[in-house]
């Protein structure tokens, strides 16, 4: 059975920096994307980044030039270091990997930035 584990998220000043990882136990083939998602209370879960199995990356365009989305299928991990934080940062962050036949979701880790 395939489960995430996503690690990295705490708490850090507005302007620190975090590195979340995502490795992915178990049996799983055709990767098709690894992303990072994050929900912050009272809001939708948005996309936050996005990595194709060709390498090929998308962000929101909230964290464009901040966040770097990176992934070694070979590892089946996916990270995301995220830079300049923003107290607008804050919300749970989950990992997403979707492959040919199916989605896998994370079970989140927390991300808290004050200001």
């Known amino acids: 059975q395939v489960q995430l584990v996503e690690s990295g998220g705490g708490l850090v000043q507005a302007g620190g920096s975090l590195r979340l990882s995502c490795v992915a136990s178990?049996?799983?083939?055709?990767?098709?994307?690894m992303d990072w998602y994050r929900q912050a209370p009272g809001k939708q879960r948005e996309l936050v980044a996005g990595i194709t199995s060709d390498g090929s990356t998308n962000y929101a365009d909230s964290v464009k030039g901040r966040f770097t989305i990176s992934g070694d299928n070979a590892k089946n991990t996916v990270y995301l270091q995220m830079n300049i934080l923003k107290p607008e940062d804050t919300a749970v962050y989950y990992c997403?990997?979707?492959?040919?036949?199916?989605?896998?979701w994370g079970q989140g880790t927390q991300v808290t930035v004050s200001s």
């Open positions: 997403h990997i979707l492959t040919a036949r199916r989605h896998y």
């Open positions: 178990g049996s799983i083939f055709s990767i098709k994307t």
